[in-house]
């Protein structure tokens, strides 16, 4: 269902890490720059609650790895460098992971959503806009399908507590099926926040902070849709160089 990461170059906290597979369309191969094995120490424990999933994918994408916090009709391929240290494995644990528990809420019919305050601190201003998305598409009985491909991401680890994750997400080959038998349906209503979960070019953005208790939440976390033909959406398809 899934492909492996790539394992590259680490960074040190309190940098800006830029993930491999940058400017790179469906089909290309992703092998990336030299390697390396920088890290501050021990990677998160393994689990899926809290945000600290265990990212080894050498398992063919399990439960306890990134792509395996998705729901079985959403195939993710994360194209990104090794963390740079704990603060970053973590803060991409709870990113993969809340990611996930949106489109497994969908496929839940999950109306109330309880985990987004579980995932949100209490002043993100996140939570409305995901809930409108993921009830556009309960409301219809419907569920997004489709391979997903995170690339071209950046992670600001601006401190051991605090980590910015973005990446563009390419979801063009979704389709929208009907949740029972799996034939090709329509939302009820179109929205900005159902293109969340609908075939195109996302930015997906969060910022993670852990608090005392050791859990990662995210104090934001956005699914910006954009134009293909747009100004933002020049990182998300190719680098500068090759756009000129």
Same mark, same amino acid.
């Given at each position: 269902?899934?492909?492996?990461?790539? *394992?590259?170059?680490?960074?040190?906290? !309190?940098?800006?890490?830029?993930?491999?597979?940058?400017?790179?369309?469906?089909?290309?191969?992703?092998?990336?720059?030299?390697?390396?094995?920088?890290?501050? #120490?021990?990677?998160?424990?393994?689990?899926?609650?809290?945000?600290?999933?265990?990212?080894?994918? /050498?398992?063919? !994408? #399990?439960?306890?790895?990134?792509?395996?916090?998705?729901?079985?009709?959403?195939?993710?391929?994360?194209?990104?460098?090794?963390? #740079?240290?704990?603060?970053?494995?973590?803060?991409?644990?709870?990113?993969?992971?809340?990611? #996930?528990?949106?489109?497994?809420?969908?496929?839940?019919?999950?109306?109330?959503?309880?985990?987004?305050?579980?995932? =949100?601190?209490?002043?993100?201003?996140?939570?409305?806009?995901?809930?409108?998305?993921?009830?556009?598409?309960?409301?219809?009985?419907?569920?997004?399908?489709?391979?997903?491909?995170?690339?071209?991401?950046?992670?600001?680890?601006?401190?051991?507590?605090?980590?910015?994750?973005?990446?563009? *997400?390419?979801?063009?080959? $979704?389709?929208?099926?009907?949740?029972?038998?799996?034939? !090709?349906?329509?939302?009820?209503?179109?929205?900005?926040? /159902?293109?969340? $979960?609908?075939?195109?070019?996302? *930015?997906?953005?969060?910022?993670?902070?852990? !608090?005392?208790?050791?859990?990662?939440?995210?104090?934001? $976390?956005?699914?910006?849709?954009?134009?293909?033909?747009?100004?933002?959406?020049?990182?998300? =398809?190719?680098?500068?160089?090759?756009?000129?």
């Amino acid at each position: 269902m899934t492909a492996p990461r790539r *394992v590259l170059a680490a960074a040190a906290a !309190g940098s800006l890490l830029l993930l491999s597979g940058c400017g790179m369309m469906p089909g290309d191969d992703g092998n990336g720059s030299d390697g390396g094995n920088g890290s501050d #120490g021990d990677s998160a424990d393994s689990g899926k609650d809290g945000g600290q999933g265990n990212s080894d994918s /050498s398992d063919g !994408g #399990g439960e306890n790895t990134w792509e395996g916090q998705f729901p079985e009709g959403v195939s993710p391929v994360i194209e990104m460098d090794e963390p #740079g240290g704990q603060a970053q494995q973590e803060a991409l644990d709870a990113y993969f992971s809340f990611y #996930g528990d949106l489109f497994q809420a969908i496929y839940d019919k999950d109306g109330e959503q309880a985990f987004l305050d579980e995932r =949100l601190t209490a002043d993100a201003p996140s939570s409305e806009t995901l809930s409108k998305g993921m009830n556009a598409y309960i409301d219809a009985n419907a569920v997004p399908a489709g391979d997903m491909r995170f690339y071209n991401g950046e992670l600001g680890a601006w401190s051991q507590d605090s980590v910015q994750v973005d990446f563009c *997400v390419d979801q063009r080959s $979704f389709t929208v099926q009907d949740a029972d038998s799996g034939e !090709g349906t329509e939302l009820s209503s179109d929205s900005f926040e /159902s293109e969340m $979960f609908q075939p195109g070019i996302l *930015v997906a953005s969060g910022a993670f902070e852990k !608090g005392e208790d050791g859990t990662w939440r995210s104090g934001s $976390f956005s699914l910006d849709p954009v134009e293909e033909d747009g100004a933002d959406t020049y990182g998300c =398809l190719a680098d500068k160089e090759d756009s000129q």
